[in-house]
């Protein structure tokens, strides 16, 4: 004989599994479809690139799961200060990468960024923004 709790704690689990896996899928997509754009358009790529989507989506999955306002306002809010320490490697991309090849550029970029947020933050912090 089934226990009905046990069944209704299995369905529910089925559930939110679904749901995690189809926000997985979709997010994915959006990383394939930018790949796939810049494999044809470097100009259209870049913007495709550029576009918040994930961040959309990331506001769309907050609203569907009820959070509260202030959580999603406030992811939007905190996104825009998170994004314009990350510019200056956009910058620096280019210019490393004939000179010392891929991965070396990437754990540049890295380091760049790190270095641009820990100074921004610093910045902010003094305008009663706290990023950290």
Same mark, same amino acid.
Request: charged share 10%; net charge positive; glycine share 4%.
């Given at each position: 004989?089934?226990?009905?709790?046990?069944?209704?704690?299995?369905?529910?689990? !089925?559930?939110?599994?679904?749901?995690?896996?189809?926000?997985?899928?979709?997010?994915?997509?959006?990383?394939?479809?930018?790949?796939?754009?810049?494999?044809?358009?470097?100009?259209?790529?870049?913007?495709?690139?550029?576009?918040? %989507?994930?961040?959309?989506?990331?506001?769309?999955?907050?609203?569907?799961?009820?959070?509260?306002?202030?959580?999603?306002?406030?992811?939007?809010?905190?996104?825009?200060?998170?994004?314009?320490?990350?510019?200056? %490697?956009?910058? *620096?991309?280019?210019?490393?990468?004939?000179?010392?090849?891929?991965?070396?550029? %990437? *754990? *540049? !970029?890295?380091?760049?960024?790190?270095? !641009?947020?820990?100074?921004?933050? %610093?910045?902010?912090?003094?305008?009663?923004?706290?990023?950290?």
């Amino acid at each position: 004989m089934f226990n009905i709790s046990a069944l209704h704690w299995f369905s529910s689990f !089925c559930i939110v599994m679904a749901w995690l896996v189809t926000k997985y899928l979709i997010t994915a997509a959006v990383v394939v479809l930018i790949s796939e754009v810049a494999k044809r358009s470097d100009k259209l790529g870049g913007l495709v690139a550029a576009l918040p %989507m994930v961040t959309f989506l990331a506001l769309i999955w907050l609203y569907v799961e009820k959070q509260p306002a202030e959580k999603i306002s406030n992811h939007a809010w905190y996104t825009f200060w998170y994004v314009v320490p990350t510019l200056p %490697m956009f910058l *620096a991309f280019p210019l490393l990468y004939d000179r010392i090849g891929f991965w070396p550029t %990437m *754990a *540049a !970029c890295v380091g760049i960024t790190i270095v !641009c947020f820990v100074v921004f933050a %610093m910045i902010v912090k003094h305008f009663g923004i706290e990023l950290l």
